[in-house]
Nanobody, 115 residues
Framework: QVQLVESGGGLVQPGGSLRLSCAAS????????MGWYRQAPELQRELVAT???????NYADSVKGRFTISRDNAKNTVYLQMNSLKPEDTAVYYCNAEIGWSTFWGQGTQVTVSS
């Protein structure tokens, strides 16, 4: 059994910053890519950023230069530093992890950017 537990969401003003964390626990033998996706109301879930266990990253064009993904492989944890937040970043953010042959999702954490 694998669990992904996210934290760090909340309400922030435009231009502000937040840091999301996601820790994977349970039966983890081979942890490959970890990343973040988001889903705004009435829209499809979209990729925000991913990082392989080798450190390669991939970002959505809309967040490049503002968001930074990192991970601590010893702790099976991935982070998302979000700076210069915009109202259009408002969404539920989901952690994602590829473990073995399976893909796992966290429960989601709400990020709201509003004045």
């Amino acid at each position: 059994q694998v669990q992904l537990v996210e934290s760090g969401g909340g309400l922030v003003q435009p231009g502000g910053s937040l840091r999301l964390s996601c820790a994977a626990s349970g039966s983890i033998r081979r942890l490959y890519a970890m990343g973040w996706y988001r889903q705004a109301p009435e829209l499809q879930r979209e990729l925000v950023a991913t990082m392989t266990n080798g450190g390669s990253t991939n970002y959505a064009d809309s967040v490049k230069g503002r968001f930074t993904i990192s991970r601590d492989n010893a702790k099976n944890t991935v982070y998302l530093q979000m700076n210069s937040l915009k109202p259009e970043d408002t969404a539920v953010y989901y952690c994602n992890a590829e473990i073995g042959w399976s893909t796992f999702w966290g429960q989601g954490t709400q990020v709201t950017v509003s004045s």
